[in-house]
């Protein structure tokens, strides 16, 4: 499966903005997803996980209430909506998929994760 971030930007601290992540020569519903991103200078950082089904998701004790991670299988695409964005949340954003299922705390790591897209761009402004 081949996956494509897009969505990233500009925008302002206190804004809002969500990615997509399209999924091409594969079928969405097959895999459990995750978002990452990475700031300049930083190590990767897990923002989101979720089920194949979209039951069930995951996230870091640190953006939960900020981050909302969804899906639409039918249209073979992921999402991640963030809303009251902060400068630290600057960042390149990845996504990646699942083959096989497991605990969504085990993707933190970005173990069992075999698919991953290019990264697009969120900048937020102070």
């Known amino acids: 499966v081949q996956l494509q971030a897009s969505g990233g930007g500009l925008v302002q601290s206190g804004g809002s903005l969500r990615l997509s992540c399209a999924a091409s020569?594969?079928?969405?519903?097959?895999?459990?997803m995750g978002w990452f991103r990475q700031a300049p200078g930083k190590e990767r950082e897990f923002v989101a996980a979720?089920?194949?089904?979209?039951?069930?998701?995951f996230y870091p004790d640190s953006l939960k209430g900020r981050f909302t991670i969804s899906r639409d299988n039918a249209k073979n695409t992921m999402y991640l909506q963030m809303n009251s964005l902060k400068s630290e949340d600057t960042a390149v954003y990845y996504c990646?998929?699942?083959?096989?299922?497991?605990?969504?705390?085990?993707?933190?790591?970005?173990?069992?994760?075999?698919?991953w897209g290019q990264g697009t761009l969120v900048t937020v402004s102070s």
């Open positions: 020569g594969g079928t969405l519903s097959s895999y459990d």
């Open positions: 979720i089920s194949r089904s979209g039951g069930t998701t």
């Open positions: 990646a998929a699942a083959p096989r299922a497991h605990s969504l705390v085990l993707y933190m790591n970005g173990s069992y994760l075999d698919y």
